[in-house]
């Protein structure tokens, strides 16, 4: 049985039925926030076991194409661009399943040009499409507190708006579609650099004999402070490299970004030298750690 909305009272928007495709790190979080917010949530992952903690809160699984159908607002926060692309223009996919009148909003980090492709074959179909990639990580999905960039139309921006609220503390509207991605781009530029940088830092601290955790007391609330010195160093120093945000996907999305940044005329120093040290660490087994497991490569 599939979620559709009955009682009397409901806002406009939490009369609205979502659909979630991709329940892994962040997306559990995201749902799970939708639920608790009143929002009917149908959800379809590729492993129904991984989302029976969400079923027992509410939510529906359901086959992609029959999630299509019966929600108003699509959310897509999967892998990789292949994913994107499978579930939204595969035979069961989104743009031949979903009805008229429907939003697709993919807030997986994906290309640009493939979130202008999305936008393009939706609107030829009367769907409306946005890309609303997130910042922030397995912390800010489970604190609601993500950074989501977002591309397409304003005013399709606007009425989904309280569902991102629900999500995101941190929501701005970029421009046309594709503006999203490319946002999450400059913020991936501006992460690969920086996460060089506090490795760099808090083994230069060990090194010349310092308490790192002394250390980022003192260096955190300065000129030197960044989300990731805040949130992932004390992970490195206590050792803790689980995944809040794989390497895998980090290295995809630098691949995207190196793209897109040659298709605009920008030279990624910085952005390259990132993307070569994570290789490293990826053939070295750390593909499904976290981004900080970095540090690793230091030690």
């Known amino acids: 049985m599939l979620y559709e909305p009955k009682e009397k009272g409901m806002t406009t928007m939490t009369a609205k039925v979502i659909g979630f495709i991709g329940t892994g790190v962040m997306g559990k979080s995201m749902v799970s926030h ?13 492993t129904r076991e991984k989302a029976e903690d ?7 699984w359901c086959e992609c194409a029959q999630l299509a159908a019966k929600s108003d607002i699509i959310v897509t926060m999967v892998g990789y661009p292949h994913d994107v692309e499978e579930v939204y223009f595969g035979e069961s996919g989104l743009i031949k399943n979903c009805k008229k009148g429907s939003v697709l909003i993919d807030m997986t980090t994906s290309s640009p040009k493939l979130a202008v492709r999305i936008y393009a ?4 179909l009367g769907i409306d499409a946005l890309d609303a990639p997130v910042s922030g990580g397995d912390i800010g999905a489970r604190q609601a507190t993500l950074s989501i960039m977002v591309g397409g139309e304003k005013k399709v921006f606007d009425d989904v708006l309280p569902l991102f609220q629900v999500m995101g503390k941190n ?12 946002c999450k781009m400059a913020n991936q530029i501006a992460i690969a650099s920086t996460m060089m940088g506090v490795c760099e830092s808090i083994r230069y601290a060990e090194k010349a004999g310092l308490d790192p955790q002394t250390v980022l007391q003192s260096i955190e609330a300065g000129a030197a402070g960044s989300w990731s010195l805040s949130n992932l160093a004390p992970r490195m120093i206590s ?7 794989f390497v895998k996907h980090f290295i995809k999305d630098m ?4 793209e897109s940044a040659e298709n605009i005329g920008l030279t990624a120093h910085g952005l390259t030298l ?9 053939q070295e087994g750390g593909e499904n ?3 900080q497991a970095l540090y690793t490569l230091y030690k």
């Open 255 to 258: 691949g995207i970004a190196l």
């Open 34 to 46: 939708l639920l608790n917010s009143g929002y009917a949530v149908n959800i379809y992952t590729r």
């Open 121 to 124: 074959e939706a609107g030829e």
């Open 289 to 291: 750690m976290g981004t």
């Open 171 to 182: 929501i701005v509207y970029q421009g046309k579609a594709g503006s999203g991605q490319h």
């Open 54 to 60: 969400l079923l027992q809160q509410g939510a529906v």
């Open 239 to 245: 050792g803790d490299f689980e995944p809040g945000f």
């Open 274 to 282: 990132a993307r070569s040290l994570y290789e490293k660490l990826a």
